[in-house]
């Protein structure tokens, strides 16, 4: 069977677990919140760092190895705020699983799938605005208006990251999913070069 589809139905039963064990009064439960940030937080180790991932993948790594590694992931990166830095339990539970049924080496398609599947029952639209200096008071307004703008098109919340790019002249880069805004003024500089040298072959 394809890994993609595999790797869709994995993430299906866990959105499944997150939406099932949701939080309760004592119950030791996660959010999904903590939940998807915690998914994002192994992925992007796993994406950095090749021998963890081949470590993760081996068949003669024992698996309460491949799970201290991943349990590591999530200490060393949470913050105080995002939860004590313990695996939440839907993921431990989840990851036996894949253990168990020989599919860890999946899981890095695994977590995308279920991140993409989360934010999507959540009508939730991931976008990332590029600056070429830090956010002032200018920059809040415009991620306002941005983010306003893209609400109304997609009936949906927008949730907003900024990263900086010095090698911008100006303007600003929006992405939003598959979609990419690129509004900054190197970009028209080379619309404009493009027209002109376009113009030039014409006379010529």
């Given amino acids: 069977m394809n890994t993609g589809i595999i790797a869709s139905r994995y993430a299906t039963a866990l959105l499944k677990l997150v939406d099932e064990t949701g939080p309760s009064a004592g119950s030791g439960q996660s959010s999904g919140e903590e939940v998807v940030a915690q998914a994002r937080m192994i992925l992007d180790a796993l994406e950095s760092m090749p ?3 081949r470590a993760i993948a081996d068949f003669s790594v024992p698996s309460d190895k491949k799970m201290s590694l991943l349990e590591a992931i999530v200490s060393d990166n949470c913050h ?4 004590d830095g313990s695996l939440a339990p839907e993921l ?12 860890i080496g999946d899981i890095s398609l695994v977590l995308k799938s279920f991140e993409n599947q989360y934010y ?3 009508k939730i639209v991931r976008g990332k605005l590029t600056l070429p200096a830090p956010p002032d008071s200018a920059a809040g307004k415009l991620e306002d208006r941005l983010k306003d703008l893209i609400e109304k098109k997609t009936g949906k919340t927008l949730l907003l990251t900024t990263e900086i790019d010095e090698s ?3 303007g600003f880069v ?3 999913e598959d979609r990419l805004l690129d509004a900054s003024v190197s970009h028209q500089l080379d619309i404009i070069r493009r027209q002109f ?3 030039n072959r014409r006379i010529v």
Avoid: A, M
């Avoid at 105080?80 to 939860?83: F, K, M």
């Avoid at 431990?92 to 699983?97: A, D, E, G, H, N």
């Fill in 80 to 83: 105080p705020e995002r939860g």
């Fill in 168 to 170: 911008l002249i100006g």
């Fill in 92 to 103: 431990c539970k989840f990851f036996s699983l894949l253990i168990r049924n020989g599919r």
């Fill in 120 to 122: 999507e029952s959540r």
């Fill in 174 to 176: 929006l992405e939003v």
């Fill in 197 to 199: 040298e376009e113009k």
């Fill in 51 to 53: 021998d963890l991932r």
